[in-house]
């Protein structure tokens, strides 16, 4: 198995950087190949913008989605880029880790999807969902935030977060084709004691062990909605 | 009337740079003040980072949201960040201005509120949606896509554009206080021809013109919850 681990947090020896750790040890252990992209250590750009293209399909009017379709089949995506793209191209798990910033990725990570989920590979006109490009891969996402698992319930003041993370996990990871796992969420860190934390740590290694049986989220099928996909047929 | 524009489309020709140049010119006709923070023009740095505190409370163990607090206290956040906090302070009605990229906004305007709405100032403790920082103040969200609007109803693919957002209307503008007004979304504007998206600017002219009859979103009151937010009790 190979896995991808993408993290995203400005701390090295922050809570969420030992989750990704754990992560990356469990499946070294297991004799996976892991690989990893270390965000803030290495500094990734997430700004997209015509920097991203080493030709132009259009060199006087920047329409990002169709250069990134024309760069992806001419080879003409910038390094930095590409090299992502390799990484999920070899990958059967992308594991994603990172802590919540506004009840969504911080922006370095946003602009990692932003730049490296290019069109034409990743998705494309009916090539979504099960017909998107990473199918046959699985997604996990891992995140930390401070907030009480209640406060995010029918009760209390926030929605539930599976939900609030639906522009991630279905419009992103389900898609562009990854079958997209139960996330782990990581809840009131900040506030945590040693033994709480060991508490999630160990929760973490426990999904990990259990992945091949983890729940999978439910994605919309392609086949039964209308070939302009603004209604419901099947 | 003070009205700040953040406007986030790498294409200054493009047609999304249409609609925020329109709602200034708007706002300049009515003889509002009105400010502008192009982040593409001006490269804002989307990364929250220990770089954003010039002292630090903690300097060996980042935690990013306690830095915010000690910083905007003392005075010692970096300067792009403080010019940003002064100007929303200045305004009366926010703008958000952008292209939909993953359900979501770009990188860059992510990072523009990850690093300005800091901790402390946005929010803090109990003192979030009614009892938030920027209430007084509007906010109006601008974004353009490529998918029709029946993808996105119960009938077609997509859940509802404005569930989408829930991040961004309801966890981030509503939360730290703002009367967060009905988005204005345009959508297949790619694929649109010249006069529908004339029609698209024509609808953005008279939602401004009425934007003081614009529907505000309904958001949580917190004295209907227990102190910790975890109950409803009113």
Chains 1, 2 share one sequence.
């Not at 681990?5 to 809570?15: G, L, Q, R």
């Not at 590979?121 to 891992?142: E, N, P, S, T």
Request: proline share 4%; charged share 25%.
């Amino acid at each position: 198995m190979n896995v991808l681990i993408v993290h995203a947090h400005p701390e090295p020896a922050s809570f969420t950087s030992a989750l990704f750790q754990a992560a990356r040890e469990h499946f070294q252990s297991q004799g996976a190949t892991v690989e990893v992209s270390d965000l803030y250590a290495t500094q990734f750009d997430p700004v997209a913008s015509d920097q991203d293209f080493t030709s132009r399909a259009e060199a006087d009017y920047l329409v990002y989605a169709l250069e990134q379709r024309h760069a992806a089949k001419a080879g003409t995506l910038r390094s930095d880029i590409q090299s992502e793209i390799d990484k999920i191209n070899r990958c059967d798990l992308l594991i994603l880790s990172f802590p919540v910033y506004w009840y969504s990725m911080p922006a370095i990570l946003k602009g990692w999807i932003d730049r490296v989920f290019v069109s034409g590979l990743f998705y494309g006109g009916r090539r979504i969902f099960d017909q998107g490009g990473m199918r046959g891969k699985r997604a996990l996402v891992c995140a930390t935030l401070g907030g009480r698992e209640r406060m995010f319930s029918a009760e209390g003041i926030h929605d539930d977060l599976r939900d609030l993370f639906r522009p991630l996990l279905k419009g992103t990871l389900g898609y562009t084709g990854f079958e997209v796992l139960e996330p782990f969420f990581g809840y009131h860190v900040p506030y945590l004691d040693d033994q709480a934390r060991r508490d999630i740590l160990g929760d973490w290694q426990q999904a990990l062990a259990n992945i091949d049986s983890r729940p999978v989220l439910a994605m919309p099928i392609t086949g039964e909605y209308s070939s302009n996909f603004e209604e419901r047929i099947g």
